[in-house]
T-cell receptor
Framework: QKEVEQNSGPLSVPEGAIASLNCTYS??????FFWYRQYSGKSPELIMS????GDKEDGRFTAQLNKASQYVSLLIRDSQPSDSATYLC??????????????FGRGTSLIVHP | EAGVTQFPSHSVIEKGQTVTLRCDPI?????LYWYRRVMGKEIKFLLH????????ESGMPNNRFLAERTGGTYSTLKVQPAELEDSGVYFC??????????????FGSGTQLSVL
Protein backbone atom coordinates (compact mmCIF):
# COMPACT_ATOMS: atom_id res chain seq x y z
CA GLN A 1 0.00 0.00 0.00
CA LYS A 2 1.61 3.22 -1.16
CA GLU A 3 1.37 5.98 1.44
CA VAL A 4 1.74 9.73 1.53
CA GLU A 5 2.15 11.29 4.95
CA GLN A 6 1.48 14.87 5.97
CA ASN A 7 1.12 16.59 9.31
CA SER A 8 -2.56 17.50 9.49
CA GLY A 9 -1.85 20.70 11.42
CA PRO A 10 -3.23 23.23 11.72
CA LEU A 11 -0.13 25.20 10.89
CA SER A 12 -0.61 28.78 11.99
CA VAL A 13 1.67 31.55 10.69
CA PRO A 14 1.45 35.34 10.80
CA GLU A 15 0.83 37.31 7.65
CA GLY A 16 4.06 37.95 5.78
CA ALA A 17 5.87 34.92 7.22
CA ILE A 18 7.10 31.83 5.39
CA ALA A 19 4.87 28.78 5.67
CA SER A 20 6.60 25.42 5.33
CA LEU A 21 4.56 22.34 4.49
CA ASN A 22 6.08 18.88 4.45
CA CYS A 23 5.25 15.52 2.93
CA THR A 24 6.88 12.08 2.90
CA TYR A 25 6.03 9.19 0.62
CA SER A 26 6.63 5.46 0.67
CA UNK A 27 6.95 4.53 -3.02
CA UNK A 28 10.65 4.87 -3.73
CA UNK A 29 10.22 4.79 -7.52
CA UNK A 30 7.68 7.61 -7.73
CA UNK A 31 8.65 10.27 -10.25
CA UNK A 32 5.92 12.92 -10.13
CA PHE A 33 4.88 15.04 -7.18
CA PHE A 34 2.16 17.63 -6.81
CA TRP A 35 0.76 20.14 -4.37
CA TYR A 36 -2.95 20.91 -4.47
CA ARG A 37 -4.73 23.60 -2.50
CA GLN A 38 -8.26 23.05 -1.22
CA TYR A 39 -10.34 25.83 0.25
CA SER A 40 -13.06 24.81 2.66
CA GLY A 41 -16.01 23.35 0.80
CA LYS A 42 -14.26 23.57 -2.55
CA SER A 43 -12.44 21.14 -4.82
CA PRO A 44 -8.65 20.71 -4.84
CA GLU A 45 -6.75 22.78 -7.39
CA LEU A 46 -3.21 22.20 -8.57
CA ILE A 47 -0.66 24.82 -7.54
CA MET A 48 2.72 23.14 -8.07
CA SER A 49 4.29 20.13 -9.70
CA UNK A 50 7.87 18.89 -9.38
CA UNK A 51 9.66 16.00 -11.00
CA UNK A 52 13.39 16.48 -10.33
CA UNK A 53 15.43 16.80 -7.18
CA GLY A 54 15.94 20.35 -6.00
CA ASP A 55 13.81 23.46 -5.90
CA LYS A 56 11.16 24.76 -8.26
CA GLU A 57 9.87 28.29 -7.81
CA ASP A 58 6.62 29.83 -9.04
CA GLY A 59 5.84 33.24 -7.65
CA ARG A 60 5.56 33.02 -3.88
CA PHE A 61 5.59 29.22 -3.98
CA THR A 62 8.65 26.96 -3.93
CA ALA A 63 8.44 23.19 -4.13
CA GLN A 64 11.39 21.15 -2.93
CA LEU A 65 12.04 17.50 -3.74
CA ASN A 66 14.53 15.06 -2.24
CA LYS A 67 14.00 11.62 -3.74
CA ALA A 68 16.73 10.01 -1.64
CA SER A 69 14.88 11.04 1.51
CA GLN A 70 11.46 10.53 -0.10
CA TYR A 71 10.51 14.01 0.97
CA VAL A 72 8.60 16.84 -0.71
CA SER A 73 7.94 20.27 0.71
CA LEU A 74 6.13 23.45 -0.21
CA LEU A 75 7.26 26.86 0.94
CA ILE A 76 4.93 29.83 0.76
CA ARG A 77 6.71 33.17 1.09
CA ASP A 78 4.99 36.35 2.24
CA SER A 79 1.97 34.34 3.42
CA GLN A 80 -1.39 36.03 3.00
CA PRO A 81 -4.70 35.34 4.75
CA SER A 82 -5.99 34.19 1.35
CA ASP A 83 -3.46 31.34 1.51
CA SER A 84 -5.43 29.84 4.39
CA ALA A 85 -6.54 26.45 3.08
CA THR A 86 -5.71 22.76 3.21
CA TYR A 87 -2.64 21.80 1.18
CA LEU A 88 -2.63 18.30 -0.26
CA CYS A 89 0.50 16.48 -1.29
CA UNK A 90 0.02 13.99 -4.13
CA UNK A 91 2.40 11.39 -5.51
CA UNK A 92 1.84 9.61 -8.82
CA UNK A 93 2.78 5.95 -8.57
CA UNK A 94 2.82 3.42 -11.35
CA UNK A 95 0.51 0.49 -10.89
CA UNK A 96 0.07 -2.88 -12.57
CA UNK A 97 -0.85 -2.28 -16.18
CA UNK A 98 1.42 0.71 -16.55
CA UNK A 99 -0.92 3.53 -15.61
CA UNK A 100 -0.24 6.07 -12.87
CA UNK A 101 -2.47 6.67 -9.90
CA UNK A 102 -2.17 9.83 -7.81
CA UNK A 103 -2.10 9.05 -4.09
CA PHE A 104 -2.98 11.87 -1.73
CA GLY A 105 -1.91 12.71 1.77
CA ARG A 106 -4.37 13.75 4.42
CA GLY A 107 -3.53 17.42 3.85
CA THR A 108 -2.13 20.13 6.09
CA SER A 109 -4.43 22.89 7.23
CA LEU A 110 -2.72 26.28 6.97
CA ILE A 111 -4.01 29.33 8.81
CA VAL A 112 -2.47 32.71 8.04
CA HIS A 113 -3.54 35.25 10.61
CA PRO A 114 -3.33 39.04 10.10
CA GLU B 1 -13.26 25.83 -21.39
CA ALA B 2 -15.69 23.98 -19.14
CA GLY B 3 -14.20 22.28 -16.13
CA VAL B 4 -15.07 18.97 -14.57
CA THR B 5 -18.70 18.97 -13.54
CA GLN B 6 -20.36 16.73 -11.02
CA PHE B 7 -23.93 16.33 -9.92
CA PRO B 8 -25.73 16.26 -7.73
CA SER B 9 -23.73 18.52 -5.43
CA HIS B 10 -25.49 17.03 -2.42
CA SER B 11 -27.45 13.86 -1.89
CA VAL B 12 -29.16 12.72 1.29
CA ILE B 13 -30.52 9.18 1.20
CA GLU B 14 -31.55 6.51 3.63
CA LYS B 15 -29.61 3.35 4.26
CA GLY B 16 -30.53 0.74 1.70
CA GLN B 17 -31.43 3.18 -1.04
CA THR B 18 -29.59 3.63 -4.33
CA VAL B 19 -27.72 6.72 -5.44
CA THR B 20 -26.06 7.50 -8.75
CA LEU B 21 -23.40 10.16 -9.05
CA ARG B 22 -22.40 11.64 -12.38
CA CYS B 23 -19.18 13.20 -13.60
CA ASP B 24 -18.52 15.03 -16.86
CA PRO B 25 -14.77 15.37 -17.42
CA ILE B 26 -13.02 18.08 -19.37
CA UNK B 27 -13.45 17.43 -23.07
CA UNK B 28 -10.49 15.53 -24.47
CA UNK B 29 -9.35 14.12 -21.14
CA UNK B 30 -8.99 10.38 -21.49
CA UNK B 31 -8.21 9.79 -17.82
CA LEU B 32 -11.05 9.91 -15.33
CA TYR B 33 -10.65 9.18 -11.63
CA TRP B 34 -13.07 8.78 -8.76
CA TYR B 35 -11.94 9.60 -5.24
CA ARG B 36 -13.73 9.72 -1.90
CA ARG B 37 -12.99 11.80 1.15
CA VAL B 38 -14.41 10.77 4.47
CA MET B 39 -14.33 13.52 7.11
CA GLY B 40 -10.95 13.80 8.75
CA LYS B 41 -9.28 11.35 6.43
CA GLU B 42 -7.31 11.51 3.23
CA ILE B 43 -8.76 11.60 -0.25
CA LYS B 44 -8.83 7.93 -1.18
CA PHE B 45 -8.61 6.54 -4.68
CA LEU B 46 -11.58 4.51 -5.90
CA LEU B 47 -10.97 3.83 -9.57
CA HIS B 48 -9.44 5.01 -12.81
CA UNK B 49 -10.80 4.97 -16.34
CA UNK B 50 -8.82 5.41 -19.51
CA UNK B 51 -11.44 6.30 -22.06
CA UNK B 52 -14.18 3.72 -21.51
CA UNK B 53 -11.97 1.07 -19.94
CA UNK B 54 -11.54 0.52 -16.22
CA UNK B 55 -7.78 0.68 -15.81
CA UNK B 56 -7.67 0.21 -12.07
CA GLU B 57 -10.54 -0.34 -9.65
CA SER B 58 -8.49 -1.52 -6.72
CA GLY B 59 -9.86 1.21 -4.48
CA MET B 60 -13.52 0.29 -4.82
CA PRO B 61 -14.68 -0.71 -1.33
CA ASN B 62 -16.97 -3.57 -2.31
CA ASN B 63 -19.42 -4.78 -4.91
CA ARG B 64 -22.07 -2.29 -3.83
CA PHE B 65 -20.17 0.27 -5.90
CA LEU B 66 -20.45 0.19 -9.69
CA ALA B 67 -18.77 2.67 -12.02
CA GLU B 68 -19.28 3.06 -15.72
CA ARG B 69 -18.00 5.31 -18.44
CA THR B 70 -19.99 4.60 -21.53
CA GLY B 71 -18.42 5.85 -24.73
CA GLY B 72 -15.47 7.27 -22.86
CA THR B 73 -17.25 10.51 -22.01
CA TYR B 74 -19.15 11.01 -18.77
CA SER B 75 -18.98 8.56 -15.90
CA THR B 76 -21.46 7.39 -13.30
CA LEU B 77 -20.83 5.89 -9.90
CA LYS B 78 -23.73 3.93 -8.43
CA VAL B 79 -23.97 2.85 -4.82
CA GLN B 80 -26.53 0.12 -4.24
CA PRO B 81 -27.59 -0.43 -1.52
CA ALA B 82 -26.07 2.50 0.35
CA GLU B 83 -24.68 1.99 3.85
CA LEU B 84 -23.89 4.53 6.58
CA GLU B 85 -20.15 4.24 5.99
CA ASP B 86 -20.56 5.34 2.38
CA SER B 87 -21.09 8.92 3.51
CA GLY B 88 -18.44 11.36 2.36
CA VAL B 89 -17.49 13.65 -0.47
CA TYR B 90 -17.03 11.93 -3.81
CA PHE B 91 -14.68 13.73 -6.13
CA CYS B 92 -14.21 13.13 -9.81
CA UNK B 93 -11.06 14.28 -11.55
CA UNK B 94 -9.82 14.13 -15.11
CA UNK B 95 -6.49 14.55 -16.84
CA UNK B 96 -4.88 14.36 -20.24
CA UNK B 97 -2.69 11.42 -21.08
CA UNK B 98 0.94 12.23 -20.42
CA UNK B 99 4.23 10.42 -20.29
CA UNK B 100 5.93 9.20 -17.13
CA UNK B 101 2.93 9.71 -14.92
CA UNK B 102 2.91 13.48 -15.01
CA UNK B 103 -0.85 13.65 -15.12
CA UNK B 104 -2.19 16.77 -13.41
CA UNK B 105 -5.67 16.33 -12.10
CA UNK B 106 -8.55 18.71 -12.59
CA PHE B 107 -11.20 18.15 -9.96
CA GLY B 108 -14.93 18.57 -9.98
CA SER B 109 -16.64 20.28 -7.08
CA GLY B 110 -17.63 16.97 -5.54
CA THR B 111 -20.83 15.30 -4.41
CA GLN B 112 -21.53 15.36 -0.69
CA LEU B 113 -23.27 12.06 0.05
CA SER B 114 -25.03 11.60 3.36
CA VAL B 115 -26.50 8.20 4.17
CA LEU B 116 -28.88 8.30 7.13
Amino acid sequence: QKEVEQNSGPLSVPEGAIASLNCTYSDRVSQSFFWYRQYSGKSPELIMSIYSNGDKEDGRFTAQLNKASQYVSLLIRDSQPSDSATYLCAVNSQVTGGSYIPTFGRGTSLIVHP
Amino acid sequence: EAGVTQFPSHSVIEKGQTVTLRCDPISGHDNLYWYRRVMGKEIKFLLHFVKESKQDESGMPNNRFLAERTGGTYSTLKVQPAELEDSGVYFCASSQETLWGREKLFFGSGTQLSVL
